[in-house]
T-cell receptor, first 114, second 111 residues
Framework: DAGVIQSPRHEVTEMGQEVTLRCKPI?????LFWYRQTMMRGLELLIY????????DSGMPEDRFSAKMPNASFSTLKIQPSEPRDSAVYFCASSRGAAQETQYFGPGTRLLVL | QKEVEQDPGPLSVPEGAIVSLNCTYSNSAFQYFMWYRQYSRKGPELLMYTYSSGNKEDGRFTAQVDKSSKYISLFIRDSQPSDSATYLCAIPPSSASKIIFGSGTRLSIRP
């Protein structure tokens, strides 16, 4: 298996622009997680899905952030409008089951908002 | 108080040294404990997990849980430059499907 695939790997955009991050989980995994990592705040869970349904979005910073999972093999995280404080590495992870199961992380998307 | 606390380091030790990485947690109900390793510009990957108290050994790595002190440790024996990475402790609360991650300790092994 190719592992969790994320695109783009790097994104540089200007404040106010829309940003869309994409993720393809490992086939057969029922859970998908979106994380954000910064030096100041570490690894933060933004939202997670179970069988394509959003379960917990309490970590989504504000209404500018939205996530969708239209099918078992694809998810997006959208930021509109983007702000410089959104600059971070965004990771997607997937797992077979509940939290005790191993989460497999993608390589991340490095986002820089100017 | 954060649910999981971890010293961010950085920690720099010479090759061959024994490394001790630690986390504290606040909820005595936590039963399952994990360590993830993250190389530079990569995603985290599971290194080890333990259930309840005691030690678990895997090669040069030992994970230790002290539930009475709410303290978890990861020991690395005969450390190698390839062990240079950020190590994150992680705890999945049994009532939820998400993991609480520590902030990570950045480790550097000097040749």
């Amino acid at each position: 298996d190719a592992g969790v695939i994320q695109s783009p790997r790097h994104e540089v955009t200007e404040m106010g622009q829309e940003v869309t991050l994409r993720c393809k989980p490992i086939s057969g995994h029922d859970y998908l997680f979106w994380y954000r990592q910064t030096m100041m705040r570490g690894l933060e869970l933004l939202i997670y899905f179970n069988n394509n349904v959003p379960i917990d979005d309490s970590g989504m910073p504000e209404d500018r952030f939205s996530a969708k999972m239209p099918n078992a093999s694809f998810s997006t995280l959208k930021i509109q409008p983007s702000e410089p404080r959104d600059s971070a590495v965004y990771f997607c992870a997937s797992s077979r089951g509940a939290a005790q199961e191993t989460q497999y992380f993608g390589p991340g998307t490095r986002l820089l908002v100017l | 108080q954060k649910e999981v606390e971890q010293d961010p380091g950085p920690l720099s030790v010479p090759e061959g040294a024994i490394v001790s990485l630690n986390c504290t947690y606040s909820n005595s109900a936590f039963q399952y404990f994990m360590w993830y390793r993250q190389y530079s510009r990569k995603g985290p990957e599971l290194l080890m997990y333990t259930y309840s108290s005691g030690n678990k050994e895997d090669g040069r790595f030992t994970a230790q849980v002290d539930k009475s002190s709410k303290y978890i440790s990861l020991f690395i024996r005969d450390s190698q430059p390839s062990d240079s990475a950020t190590y994150l402790c992680a705890i999945p609360p049994s009532s939820a499907s998400k993991i609480i991650f520590g902030s990570g300790t950045r480790l550097s092994i000097r040749p």
